[in-house]
């Protein structure tokens, strides 16, 4: 069922969610020494009628024949099938409730919010008066109580997200099967010494 995993891994659609927006806006402006590329992104995982024609032609609808086949848009498994792409021995999904953690979704929360608090405290002007906004608006989202949460562990070698300049990153989805939706919090902290040298060197090639 290779070709039905592909299909179901492109149909997710981003959801346009304008508070989300502004929190990333206001994130990046109030970086301290730093620059941020700070990422809220929502997407749904709802199949559309076209998605379920095809999920059917490929024998999706067969659960008697197919019981152990994949399910549309089921994590974990899609989730950690990133071990088979180009950055996959350098990186690992993890979700949050493995070995290390007390095992209760919102221990997992907890611990998410405690990462992101204390990088943005660190490196966001004024992070204290925008926090509780933050939160709020995560949570009316994707709801992290009722989530899978998973953070995506790199050792910075062949990582896209990870190029010279990277001071640090974060990296967390929340999967909420009740709302069949998916959220990204990213963000990366990158030297501003460096983004000079990128801005420098396409002066040069101009």
Same mark, same amino acid.
């Given at each position: 069922m290779k070709d039905v995993k592909n +299909? =179901?891994?492109?149909?997710?659609?981003?959801? #346009? *969610?304008?508070?989300?927006e502004a929190l990333s806006s206001s994130l990046s402006i109030g970086a301290i020494d730093c620059i941020l590329d700070v990422k809220l992104e929502s @997407?749904?995982?709802?199949?559309? =009628?076209?998605d379920k024609k095809q999920?059917?032609? @490929?024998?999706?609808? *067969?659960e008697t024949n197919h019981a152990n086949e994949r399910q549309p848009l089921s994590p974990p498994d899609d989730f950690l099938s990133i071990s088979a792409s180009p950055i996959g021995h350098s990186a690992r999904m993890r979700h949050?409730? #493995?070995?290390? +953690?007390?095992?209760?979704?919102t221990d997992a929360d907890d611990v998410v919010? #405690?990462?992101?608090? *204390?990088?943005?405290s660190?490196?966001?002007?004024?992070?204290?008066?925008?926090r509780d906004e933050l939160w709020l608006a995560v949570d009316a989202e994707i709801q992290p109580n009722d989530c899978r949460i998973y953070s995506f562990k790199s050792n910075y070698a062949d990582d896209p997200f990870s190029e010279d300049g990277c001071l640090w990153c974060l990296n967390f989805f929340f999967h909420n099967k009740s709302l069949k939706r998916l959220?990204?919090?990213?963000?990366?902290?990158?030297? =501003?010494?460096?983004?000079?040298? #990128?801005s420098l060197w396409d002066l040069d090639e101009e």
């Open positions: +299909h =179901q891994v492109s149909s997710m659609k981003y959801l #346009e *969610n304008s508070a989300l @997407y749904s995982c709802k199949m559309v =009628q076209s999920w059917k032609a @490929y024998g999706g609808s *067969n949050l409730s #493995e070995a290390g +953690h007390s095992g209760s979704e919010m #405690e990462a992101v608090d *204390n990088k943005f660190a490196t966001v002007n004024g992070y204290t008066s925008i959220m990204l919090l990213s963000c990366r902290a990158l030297s =501003q010494n460096g983004a000079l040298g #990128e």
